[in-house]
Protein backbone atom coordinates (compact mmCIF):
# COMPACT_ATOMS: atom_id res chain seq x y z
CA UNK A 1 0.00 0.00 0.00
CA UNK A 2 1.31 3.78 -0.62
CA UNK A 3 1.07 6.79 1.49
CA UNK A 4 0.23 8.43 -1.87
CA UNK A 5 -3.21 7.27 -1.65
CA UNK A 6 -4.91 7.04 1.44
CA UNK A 7 -8.40 6.58 0.57
CA UNK A 8 -8.60 3.24 -1.25
CA UNK A 9 -6.64 0.18 -1.27
CA UNK A 10 -4.99 -0.28 -4.35
CA UNK A 11 -4.07 -3.63 -6.12
CA UNK A 12 -0.32 -2.40 -7.03
CA UNK A 13 1.51 1.24 -6.96
CA UNK A 14 4.57 2.70 -7.96
CA UNK A 15 7.01 5.37 -6.72
CA UNK A 16 5.67 8.82 -6.79
CA UNK A 17 7.69 9.95 -9.71
CA UNK A 18 6.82 7.01 -11.51
CA UNK A 19 3.13 7.84 -11.19
CA UNK A 20 3.66 11.67 -11.95
CA UNK A 21 4.93 10.30 -15.21
CA UNK A 22 1.91 7.91 -15.81
CA UNK A 23 -0.12 10.78 -15.35
CA UNK A 24 0.99 13.25 -18.27
CA UNK A 25 1.17 10.51 -20.12
CA UNK A 26 -2.46 9.18 -19.32
CA UNK A 27 -3.53 12.88 -19.55
CA UNK A 28 -1.68 13.02 -23.37
CA UNK A 29 -3.38 9.81 -24.36
CA UNK A 30 -6.80 10.88 -23.44
CA UNK A 31 -6.29 14.63 -25.07
CA UNK A 32 -5.12 13.04 -28.05
CA UNK A 33 -7.99 10.22 -28.24
CA UNK A 34 -10.64 13.58 -28.36
CA UNK A 35 -9.84 15.03 -31.61
CA UNK A 36 -9.57 11.42 -32.88
CA UNK A 37 -13.04 10.45 -31.54
CA UNK A 38 -13.96 14.01 -33.01
CA UNK A 39 -12.76 13.03 -36.65
CA UNK A 40 -14.07 9.57 -36.56
CA UNK A 41 -17.28 11.06 -35.72
CA UNK A 42 -17.72 13.64 -38.21
CA UNK A 43 -15.98 11.28 -41.25
CA UNK A 44 -17.83 8.04 -40.29
CA UNK A 45 -20.89 9.87 -39.47
CA UNK A 46 -20.48 11.18 -43.47
CA UNK A 47 -19.48 7.89 -44.92
CA UNK A 48 -22.50 6.48 -43.55
CA UNK A 49 -24.44 9.66 -44.79
CA UNK A 50 -22.92 9.00 -48.40
CA UNK A 51 -20.44 12.17 -48.81
CA UNK A 52 -16.90 12.86 -47.15
CA UNK A 53 -17.62 14.68 -43.99
CA UNK A 54 -14.50 17.32 -43.49
CA UNK A 55 -12.24 16.84 -45.91
CA UNK A 56 -10.43 20.59 -46.43
CA UNK A 57 -8.10 20.99 -43.63
CA UNK A 58 -5.03 19.20 -44.04
CA UNK A 59 -4.66 16.02 -45.09
CA UNK A 60 -8.03 14.24 -45.61
CA UNK A 61 -9.01 16.77 -43.35
CA UNK A 62 -7.18 15.42 -40.53
CA UNK A 63 -6.42 19.22 -38.99
CA UNK A 64 -10.04 20.28 -38.83
CA UNK A 65 -10.52 19.40 -34.82
CA UNK A 66 -7.14 21.77 -34.40
CA UNK A 67 -8.85 24.06 -36.43
CA UNK A 68 -12.19 24.31 -35.21
CA UNK A 69 -10.69 23.93 -31.29
CA UNK A 70 -8.37 26.97 -32.36
CA UNK A 71 -11.25 29.07 -34.08
CA UNK A 72 -13.38 28.94 -30.56
CA UNK A 73 -10.15 29.09 -28.47
CA UNK A 74 -9.55 32.82 -30.18
CA UNK A 75 -13.10 33.53 -29.99
CA UNK A 76 -14.02 36.25 -27.37
CA UNK A 77 -15.11 35.17 -24.17
CA UNK A 78 -18.50 36.21 -23.64
CA UNK A 79 -20.47 35.67 -20.56
CA UNK A 80 -24.46 37.21 -20.46
CA UNK A 81 -25.04 39.99 -17.42
CA UNK A 82 -27.26 37.88 -15.53
CA UNK A 83 -24.94 34.69 -15.14
CA UNK A 84 -22.96 33.87 -11.89
CA UNK A 85 -19.58 34.92 -12.98
CA UNK A 86 -17.29 31.76 -10.64
CA UNK A 87 -19.16 29.33 -11.86
CA UNK A 88 -20.44 30.56 -15.24
CA UNK A 89 -16.51 29.57 -15.51
CA UNK A 90 -15.97 27.10 -13.52
CA UNK A 91 -18.54 24.59 -14.57
CA UNK A 92 -17.32 23.57 -17.87
CA UNK A 93 -14.05 22.75 -16.03
CA UNK A 94 -16.27 20.31 -13.78
CA UNK A 95 -17.06 18.49 -17.06
CA UNK A 96 -13.64 18.40 -18.13
CA UNK A 97 -11.80 17.15 -14.63
CA UNK A 98 -14.87 14.77 -14.36
CA UNK A 99 -14.19 13.10 -17.79
CA UNK A 100 -10.06 13.52 -17.17
CA UNK A 101 -10.33 12.01 -13.58
CA UNK A 102 -12.11 8.40 -15.14
CA UNK A 103 -9.20 7.96 -17.46
CA UNK A 104 -6.83 7.19 -14.66
CA UNK A 105 -8.43 4.12 -13.53
CA UNK A 106 -8.76 2.25 -17.49
CA UNK A 107 -6.49 -0.46 -17.32
CA UNK A 108 -4.63 -0.55 -20.71
CA UNK A 109 -2.35 -3.29 -19.63
CA UNK A 110 -1.31 -5.61 -16.42
CA UNK A 111 2.02 -4.81 -14.93
CA UNK A 112 5.05 -4.92 -16.82
CA UNK A 113 8.68 -4.36 -15.82
CA UNK A 114 10.26 -0.70 -17.72
CA UNK A 115 14.01 -0.87 -17.56
CA UNK A 116 13.86 -2.68 -14.05
CA UNK A 117 11.02 -1.33 -12.89
CA UNK A 118 7.51 -2.79 -12.46
CA UNK A 119 5.09 -0.48 -13.69
CA UNK A 120 1.34 -0.97 -14.23
CA UNK A 121 -0.35 0.32 -17.42
CA UNK A 122 -3.05 2.27 -15.77
CA UNK A 123 -3.31 5.60 -13.61
CA UNK A 124 -3.84 3.76 -10.39
CA UNK A 125 -5.38 0.30 -9.56
CA UNK A 126 -8.46 1.03 -7.18
CA UNK A 127 -10.36 -1.68 -4.91
CA UNK A 128 -13.45 -0.03 -5.84
CA UNK A 129 -12.56 0.46 -9.47
CA UNK A 130 -16.01 0.81 -11.21
CA UNK A 131 -17.26 2.87 -8.53
CA UNK A 132 -14.74 5.67 -8.77
CA UNK A 133 -16.06 6.11 -12.29
CA UNK A 134 -19.46 5.93 -11.63
CA UNK A 135 -18.75 8.87 -9.10
CA UNK A 136 -16.82 10.93 -11.19
CA UNK A 137 -19.57 10.57 -13.91
CA UNK A 138 -22.27 11.26 -10.94
CA UNK A 139 -20.45 14.37 -10.49
CA UNK A 140 -20.33 15.50 -14.07
CA UNK A 141 -23.87 15.73 -13.72
CA UNK A 142 -23.04 18.83 -11.65
CA UNK A 143 -20.98 20.29 -14.68
CA UNK A 144 -23.66 21.08 -16.77
CA UNK A 145 -26.18 21.69 -13.96
CA UNK A 146 -24.22 24.72 -12.47
CA UNK A 147 -22.99 25.75 -15.77
CA UNK A 148 -26.84 26.17 -16.74
CA UNK A 149 -27.97 27.40 -13.55
CA UNK A 150 -24.99 30.17 -13.49
CA UNK A 151 -25.36 31.17 -17.25
CA UNK A 152 -28.60 33.51 -15.52
CA UNK A 153 -30.59 32.21 -18.76
CA UNK A 154 -34.21 30.29 -18.46
CA UNK A 155 -33.06 28.34 -21.41
CA UNK A 156 -30.24 27.53 -20.14
CA UNK A 157 -31.94 26.14 -16.56
CA UNK A 158 -34.61 24.54 -18.56
CA UNK A 159 -31.64 22.21 -20.65
CA UNK A 160 -30.06 21.82 -17.33
CA UNK A 161 -32.44 20.47 -15.97
CA UNK A 162 -33.23 18.31 -18.85
CA UNK A 163 -29.64 16.83 -19.32
CA UNK A 164 -29.65 15.90 -15.43
CA UNK A 165 -32.67 14.45 -15.34
CA UNK A 166 -31.72 12.19 -18.27
CA UNK A 167 -27.90 11.84 -17.17
CA UNK A 168 -29.31 10.90 -13.48
CA UNK A 169 -31.83 8.43 -14.97
CA UNK A 170 -29.74 6.65 -16.94
CA UNK A 171 -27.09 6.49 -14.28
CA UNK A 172 -29.22 4.03 -12.44
CA UNK A 173 -29.65 1.56 -15.29
CA UNK A 174 -25.72 1.78 -16.40
CA UNK A 175 -24.78 1.27 -12.76
CA UNK A 176 -27.26 -2.47 -13.04
CA UNK A 177 -25.80 -3.39 -16.45
CA UNK A 178 -22.57 -3.54 -14.99
CA UNK A 179 -23.49 -5.36 -11.32
CA UNK A 180 -23.99 -8.68 -13.35
CA UNK A 181 -20.06 -8.34 -14.11
CA UNK A 182 -19.29 -7.24 -10.52
CA UNK A 183 -20.67 -10.59 -9.42
CA UNK A 184 -19.25 -13.04 -11.70
CA UNK A 185 -15.83 -11.56 -11.43
CA UNK A 186 -16.41 -10.90 -8.00
CA UNK A 187 -14.03 -7.97 -7.72
CA UNK A 188 -14.95 -4.08 -8.20
CA UNK A 189 -10.98 -3.88 -9.77
CA UNK A 190 -11.03 -3.16 -13.27
CA UNK A 191 -7.56 -4.87 -13.28
CA UNK A 192 -9.71 -8.22 -11.50
CA UNK A 193 -12.50 -7.52 -13.97
CA UNK A 194 -10.13 -7.93 -17.06
CA UNK A 195 -7.86 -10.48 -15.89
CA UNK A 196 -11.39 -12.64 -14.84
CA UNK A 197 -12.20 -12.08 -18.59
CA UNK A 198 -9.04 -14.65 -19.72
CA UNK A 199 -11.52 -17.32 -20.58
CA UNK A 200 -14.49 -15.28 -21.96
CA UNK A 201 -14.89 -11.92 -22.56
CA UNK A 202 -18.05 -10.89 -21.11
CA UNK A 203 -19.89 -9.63 -23.95
CA UNK A 204 -21.18 -13.29 -24.38
CA UNK A 205 -22.50 -14.35 -20.76
CA UNK A 206 -23.81 -10.39 -19.86
CA UNK A 207 -25.13 -9.78 -23.24
CA UNK A 208 -27.99 -8.30 -22.34
CA UNK A 209 -26.16 -6.20 -19.68
CA UNK A 210 -23.77 -5.04 -22.36
CA UNK A 211 -26.73 -3.77 -24.21
CA UNK A 212 -28.21 -1.97 -21.46
CA UNK A 213 -24.75 -0.36 -20.70
CA UNK A 214 -24.12 0.70 -24.11
CA UNK A 215 -27.60 2.21 -24.61
CA UNK A 216 -26.93 3.70 -21.00
CA UNK A 217 -23.39 5.37 -22.01
CA UNK A 218 -25.29 6.72 -25.17
CA UNK A 219 -27.89 8.74 -23.13
CA UNK A 220 -24.85 9.65 -20.15
CA UNK A 221 -22.51 10.81 -22.09
CA UNK A 222 -25.49 13.37 -23.94
CA UNK A 223 -24.77 11.92 -27.70
CA UNK A 224 -27.51 11.23 -29.93
CA UNK A 225 -29.56 9.77 -30.10
CA UNK A 226 -30.30 10.49 -27.00
CA UNK A 227 -28.83 13.99 -27.07
CA UNK A 228 -31.84 16.18 -25.14
CA UNK A 229 -29.43 18.03 -23.47
CA UNK A 230 -27.96 19.94 -26.87
CA UNK A 231 -30.49 18.58 -29.49
CA UNK A 232 -28.14 20.55 -32.12
CA UNK A 233 -31.35 22.74 -33.38
CA UNK A 234 -34.49 21.80 -31.98
CA UNK A 235 -33.96 23.02 -28.21
CA UNK A 236 -31.70 25.91 -28.21
CA UNK A 237 -28.78 24.66 -27.07
CA UNK A 238 -29.59 23.41 -23.29
CA UNK A 239 -26.79 24.12 -20.69
CA UNK A 240 -24.71 25.58 -23.27
CA UNK A 241 -26.48 28.08 -24.65
CA UNK A 242 -24.94 30.88 -23.32
CA UNK A 243 -21.43 29.09 -24.11
CA UNK A 244 -19.20 30.11 -26.58
CA UNK A 245 -15.64 30.44 -27.54
CA UNK A 246 -12.75 28.63 -24.98
CA UNK A 247 -15.78 27.41 -22.44
CA UNK A 248 -17.95 25.81 -25.15
CA UNK A 249 -14.78 24.50 -26.64
CA UNK A 250 -14.63 22.82 -22.93
CA UNK A 251 -17.68 21.14 -22.73
CA UNK A 252 -17.40 20.04 -26.05
CA UNK A 253 -14.54 18.27 -25.60
CA UNK A 254 -15.73 16.85 -22.35
CA UNK A 255 -18.49 15.40 -24.26
CA UNK A 256 -16.14 13.35 -26.12
CA UNK A 257 -14.11 12.60 -23.77
CA UNK A 258 -16.94 11.33 -21.72
CA UNK A 259 -17.93 9.09 -25.09
CA UNK A 260 -14.26 7.66 -25.43
CA UNK A 261 -14.11 7.23 -21.11
CA UNK A 262 -17.58 5.20 -21.78
CA UNK A 263 -16.02 3.09 -24.61
CA UNK A 264 -12.83 2.17 -22.79
CA UNK A 265 -15.13 1.24 -19.58
CA UNK A 266 -17.01 -0.94 -22.27
CA UNK A 267 -13.89 -1.96 -23.66
CA UNK A 268 -12.78 -3.08 -20.06
CA UNK A 269 -15.92 -4.49 -18.25
CA UNK A 270 -17.29 -6.52 -21.53
CA UNK A 271 -14.55 -6.73 -24.23
CA UNK A 272 -11.56 -8.32 -22.77
CA UNK A 273 -10.11 -5.10 -21.75
CA UNK A 274 -6.37 -6.11 -23.18
CA UNK A 275 -6.55 -9.87 -24.04
CA UNK A 276 -7.41 -11.12 -27.58
CA UNK A 277 -9.37 -14.61 -28.09
CA UNK A 278 -6.95 -17.14 -28.94
CA UNK A 279 -3.52 -15.34 -29.22
CA UNK A 280 -1.56 -14.59 -26.35
CA UNK A 281 0.55 -11.30 -27.53
CA UNK A 282 3.53 -9.78 -25.76
CA UNK A 283 2.76 -6.97 -23.12
CA UNK A 284 3.72 -3.94 -25.48
CA UNK A 285 1.07 -4.82 -27.22
CA UNK A 286 -1.83 -4.87 -25.02
CA UNK A 287 -2.18 -1.06 -24.98
CA UNK A 288 -2.50 -1.19 -28.69
CA UNK A 289 -5.38 -3.46 -28.23
CA UNK A 290 -7.14 -1.54 -25.58
CA UNK A 291 -6.92 1.57 -28.04
CA UNK A 292 -8.03 -0.02 -31.08
CA UNK A 293 -10.79 -1.64 -29.33
CA UNK A 294 -11.81 1.40 -27.71
CA UNK A 295 -11.82 3.12 -30.87
CA UNK A 296 -13.96 0.62 -32.85
CA UNK A 297 -16.24 1.14 -29.77
CA UNK A 298 -16.19 4.71 -30.28
CA UNK A 299 -17.66 3.68 -34.08
CA UNK A 300 -20.52 1.67 -32.57
CA UNK A 301 -21.01 5.33 -31.27
CA UNK A 302 -21.15 7.21 -34.39
CA UNK A 303 -23.30 3.99 -35.76
CA UNK A 304 -26.03 4.58 -33.17
CA UNK A 305 -25.78 8.42 -33.64
CA UNK A 306 -26.10 8.30 -37.54
CA UNK A 307 -29.15 5.60 -37.56
CA UNK A 308 -31.50 6.64 -34.86
CA UNK A 309 -33.91 9.74 -34.90
CA UNK A 310 -33.60 11.39 -31.20
CA UNK A 311 -36.99 9.89 -29.17
CA UNK A 312 -39.28 12.69 -27.35
CA UNK A 313 -38.43 13.28 -23.68
CA UNK A 314 -41.13 11.43 -22.39
CA UNK A 315 -39.87 8.23 -24.69
CA UNK A 316 -36.55 8.46 -23.39
CA UNK A 317 -37.68 8.90 -19.59
CA UNK A 318 -39.57 6.03 -20.30
CA UNK A 319 -37.11 3.84 -21.83
CA UNK A 320 -34.44 4.33 -19.28
CA UNK A 321 -37.22 3.62 -16.22
CA UNK A 322 -39.70 1.14 -17.44
CA UNK A 323 -37.40 -1.05 -19.82
CA UNK A 324 -33.41 -0.83 -19.22
CA UNK A 325 -33.93 -0.58 -15.55
CA UNK A 326 -35.92 -3.53 -15.04
CA UNK A 327 -34.21 -5.12 -17.66
CA UNK A 328 -30.85 -4.69 -15.71
CA UNK A 329 -32.51 -5.59 -12.48
CA UNK A 330 -33.73 -8.95 -13.65
CA UNK A 331 -30.40 -9.16 -15.32
CA UNK A 332 -28.37 -8.88 -11.98
CA UNK A 333 -30.94 -11.41 -10.01
CA UNK A 334 -30.23 -13.97 -12.39
CA UNK A 335 -26.71 -13.69 -12.76
CA UNK A 336 -26.88 -13.92 -9.01
CA UNK A 337 -29.00 -16.73 -8.88
CA UNK A 338 -26.48 -18.31 -11.47
CA UNK A 339 -23.26 -17.61 -9.48
CA UNK A 340 -24.37 -19.18 -6.15
CA UNK A 341 -26.58 -22.10 -7.90
CA UNK A 342 -22.61 -22.82 -10.16
CA UNK A 343 -20.46 -21.95 -7.11
CA UNK B 1 -75.68 -11.82 -58.43
CA UNK B 2 -72.42 -10.52 -56.70
CA UNK B 3 -69.64 -9.75 -59.02
CA UNK B 4 -66.77 -12.11 -58.13
CA UNK B 5 -63.01 -9.94 -57.77
CA UNK B 6 -61.70 -13.04 -58.96
CA UNK B 7 -57.39 -12.67 -59.04
CA UNK B 8 -58.13 -8.79 -58.45
CA UNK B 9 -58.40 -9.00 -54.85
CA UNK B 10 -55.14 -7.01 -53.30
CA UNK B 11 -55.49 -7.93 -49.35
CA UNK B 12 -54.32 -4.70 -47.43
CA UNK B 13 -50.41 -5.48 -45.53
CA UNK B 14 -51.01 -4.29 -42.19
CA UNK B 15 -47.88 -4.61 -39.34
CA UNK B 16 -48.43 -6.43 -36.61
CA UNK B 17 -49.77 -4.56 -33.08
CA UNK B 18 -47.04 -2.97 -31.56
CA UNK B 19 -46.57 -3.79 -27.24
CA UNK B 20 -46.11 -6.79 -25.50
CA UNK B 21 -42.80 -8.94 -26.06
CA UNK B 22 -43.55 -9.61 -29.89
CA UNK B 23 -43.47 -5.42 -30.44
CA UNK B 24 -40.22 -5.74 -28.21
CA UNK B 25 -38.59 -8.42 -30.42
CA UNK B 26 -39.55 -6.87 -33.61
CA UNK B 27 -38.31 -3.29 -32.22
CA UNK B 28 -34.97 -4.58 -31.64
CA UNK B 29 -35.11 -5.98 -34.99
CA UNK B 30 -35.89 -3.38 -36.44
CA UNK B 31 -32.94 -1.90 -34.61
CA UNK B 32 -30.53 -3.69 -35.92
CA UNK B 33 -32.33 -3.62 -39.49
CA UNK B 34 -31.47 0.07 -39.10
CA UNK B 35 -28.23 0.07 -38.53
CA UNK B 36 -27.66 -2.60 -41.02
CA UNK B 37 -28.51 -0.39 -43.37
CA UNK B 38 -26.38 2.74 -42.38
CA UNK B 39 -23.28 0.52 -42.41
CA UNK B 40 -24.29 -0.89 -46.15
CA UNK B 41 -24.11 3.10 -47.08
CA UNK B 42 -20.76 3.25 -45.24
CA UNK B 43 -19.44 0.88 -48.04
CA UNK B 44 -20.79 2.05 -50.89
CA UNK B 45 -18.82 5.64 -52.73
CA UNK B 46 -19.93 8.87 -51.46
CA UNK B 47 -22.86 10.45 -54.18
CA UNK B 48 -21.80 14.50 -53.32
CA UNK B 49 -19.61 16.69 -55.76
CA UNK B 50 -16.89 18.38 -54.53
CA UNK B 51 -18.36 21.91 -55.04
CA UNK B 52 -15.40 24.26 -55.97
CA UNK B 53 -13.11 21.98 -58.12
CA UNK B 54 -16.36 19.39 -59.42
CA UNK B 55 -18.88 21.62 -60.70
CA UNK B 56 -22.47 20.62 -61.18
CA UNK B 57 -23.25 20.64 -65.32
CA UNK B 58 -26.05 22.91 -65.65
CA UNK B 59 -28.86 22.20 -68.31
CA UNK B 60 -29.28 24.06 -71.24
CA UNK B 61 -32.51 26.40 -69.72
CA UNK B 62 -30.91 26.77 -66.71
CA UNK B 63 -31.73 30.70 -65.78
CA UNK B 64 -28.04 32.31 -64.64
CA UNK B 65 -26.51 35.13 -64.86
CA UNK B 66 -28.09 37.51 -67.38
CA UNK B 67 -26.20 38.13 -70.75
CA UNK B 68 -26.70 41.48 -73.15
CA UNK B 69 -26.15 40.44 -76.90
CA UNK B 70 -25.10 42.81 -79.87
CA UNK B 71 -25.84 41.66 -83.45
CA UNK B 72 -23.01 39.55 -84.17
CA UNK B 73 -23.14 41.09 -87.99
CA UNK B 74 -23.38 44.56 -87.56
CA UNK B 75 -22.29 44.87 -83.64
CA UNK B 76 -25.17 46.82 -82.58
CA UNK B 77 -26.77 45.84 -79.42
CA UNK B 78 -30.23 44.90 -79.82
CA UNK B 79 -31.09 46.42 -76.42
CA UNK B 80 -33.95 49.85 -77.57
CA UNK B 81 -33.79 50.85 -74.06
CA UNK B 82 -37.94 50.24 -73.97
CA UNK B 83 -37.63 49.54 -70.46
CA UNK B 84 -40.44 46.02 -70.81
CA UNK B 85 -37.97 44.10 -68.75
CA UNK B 86 -37.85 46.51 -66.05
CA UNK B 87 -41.81 46.42 -65.97
CA UNK B 88 -41.74 42.84 -65.97
CA UNK B 89 -38.98 42.68 -63.29
CA UNK B 90 -41.13 41.29 -60.19
CA UNK B 91 -38.24 42.33 -57.81
CA UNK B 92 -37.40 45.56 -59.66
CA UNK B 93 -33.92 44.81 -59.66
CA UNK B 94 -33.41 46.16 -63.57
CA UNK B 95 -32.86 49.81 -64.54
CA UNK B 96 -32.66 51.01 -68.32
CA UNK B 97 -32.40 55.60 -68.82
CA UNK B 98 -32.46 55.44 -72.57
CA UNK B 99 -31.48 57.60 -75.38
CA UNK B 100 -31.89 58.63 -78.90
CA UNK B 101 -29.40 57.47 -81.44
CA UNK B 102 -28.25 60.03 -83.73
CA UNK B 103 -26.85 58.93 -87.49
CA UNK B 104 -23.33 60.19 -85.77
CA UNK B 105 -23.79 57.89 -82.56
CA UNK B 106 -25.72 54.99 -83.44
CA UNK B 107 -25.36 52.18 -80.49
CA UNK B 108 -29.05 49.76 -81.06
CA UNK B 109 -30.33 49.04 -84.11
CA UNK B 110 -33.91 50.28 -83.34
CA UNK B 111 -34.33 54.17 -82.80
CA UNK B 112 -33.57 54.73 -79.06
CA UNK B 113 -31.09 52.34 -77.12
CA UNK B 114 -30.37 52.01 -73.28
CA UNK B 115 -27.52 54.46 -72.39
CA UNK B 116 -27.73 52.79 -68.81
CA UNK B 117 -28.70 49.35 -68.43
CA UNK B 118 -27.78 48.18 -64.68
CA UNK B 119 -29.16 44.82 -62.98
CA UNK B 120 -29.04 44.30 -59.13
CA UNK B 121 -28.39 41.31 -58.74
CA UNK B 122 -28.72 41.16 -54.84
CA UNK B 123 -32.19 42.09 -55.63
CA UNK B 124 -32.82 39.38 -58.56
CA UNK B 125 -34.58 36.16 -58.79
CA UNK B 126 -33.59 34.56 -61.31
CA UNK B 127 -37.32 34.37 -62.65
CA UNK B 128 -36.50 34.64 -65.94
CA UNK B 129 -38.94 37.47 -66.68
CA UNK B 130 -36.91 39.93 -68.71
CA UNK B 131 -35.92 37.18 -71.25
CA UNK B 132 -39.39 36.62 -71.72
CA UNK B 133 -40.41 40.23 -71.70
CA UNK B 134 -38.07 41.62 -74.19
CA UNK B 135 -39.12 41.61 -77.68
CA UNK B 136 -35.48 41.45 -79.69
CA UNK B 137 -34.20 38.84 -77.44
CA UNK B 138 -31.30 41.45 -76.28
CA UNK B 139 -31.54 40.28 -72.67
CA UNK B 140 -31.32 36.28 -72.09
CA UNK B 141 -30.81 34.12 -69.01
CA UNK B 142 -26.79 32.49 -68.68
CA UNK B 143 -25.57 29.80 -66.75
CA UNK B 144 -23.24 31.31 -64.77
CA UNK B 145 -24.31 30.87 -60.87
CA UNK B 146 -21.07 31.68 -58.99
CA UNK B 147 -21.87 35.19 -58.42
CA UNK B 148 -20.43 35.74 -55.14
CA UNK B 149 -18.81 38.84 -54.03
CA UNK B 150 -17.49 40.69 -50.68
CA UNK B 151 -19.06 43.69 -51.53
CA UNK B 152 -23.03 44.49 -52.67
CA UNK B 153 -22.30 47.44 -54.68
CA UNK B 154 -20.43 45.04 -56.64
CA UNK B 155 -23.36 42.62 -57.62
CA UNK B 156 -24.98 46.06 -59.50
CA UNK B 157 -24.24 45.04 -62.68
CA UNK B 158 -23.90 47.66 -65.70
CA UNK B 159 -24.48 47.51 -69.61
CA UNK B 160 -20.66 46.76 -70.15
CA UNK B 161 -20.40 43.87 -67.93
CA UNK B 162 -23.28 41.78 -69.21
CA UNK B 163 -22.11 43.09 -72.66
CA UNK B 164 -18.91 41.16 -71.93
CA UNK B 165 -18.72 37.82 -73.16
CA UNK B 166 -19.42 36.13 -69.87
CA UNK B 167 -16.31 33.88 -68.20
CA UNK B 168 -17.79 30.40 -68.73
CA UNK B 169 -17.24 28.91 -65.56
CA UNK B 170 -20.27 26.20 -64.99
CA UNK B 171 -19.70 23.13 -66.99
CA UNK B 172 -23.51 22.50 -69.67
CA UNK B 173 -25.24 19.63 -69.56
CA UNK B 174 -24.71 17.80 -72.53
CA UNK B 175 -27.30 15.87 -74.32
CA UNK B 176 -27.45 12.48 -72.46
CA UNK B 177 -26.83 13.52 -69.35
Known sequence: MSVLVPFAEVGFA??????????????????????????????????????????????????????????????QQFRPRTSVGFLFAFAPVISMICAAATFAIIPFGGTV???????????????????????????????????????????????????AAQLISYELAMGFSILGIVITAGTLSLTGIVEAQSGMWYIVPQFVGFCIYIVSAFAETGRPPFDLSEAEAELVGGYSTEYGGGRFATYYAAEYFHMVIASAIAVTMFLGGWQLPFVDPPTWVDPIVVLV????????????????????????????????????????????IIVVVTD | MAWNPGEDVVAVQRAPKPGGAGGAYRAFGETLRGLKTTFGRMLERPVVYQYPEEKVPVYPRFRGRHKLHKFADTGLEKCVGCSLCAAACPADCIRVVAAENTPEHRVSAGERYAAVYEINLSRCIFCGYC??????????????????????????????????EPLERTPLRTEDE
Open chain 2, 131 to 164: EVACPFDAITMGHDYEMSDYNRTDLIFTKEMLLA
Open chain 1, 293 to 336: KTVLVICVFVWARTTFPRPRYDQLMALGWKILLPLATANVIVTA
Open chain 1, 14 to 75: ESWWIQIIKAVVIFLVGFTLVPLALMLDRKLMGRMQMRYGPNRVGPYGALQPMADIGKLLFK
Open chain 1, 113 to 163: DIFGTEVGLYGIDVSIGILFAFAFSGLSVYGLMLGGWASGSKYSFLGAMRS
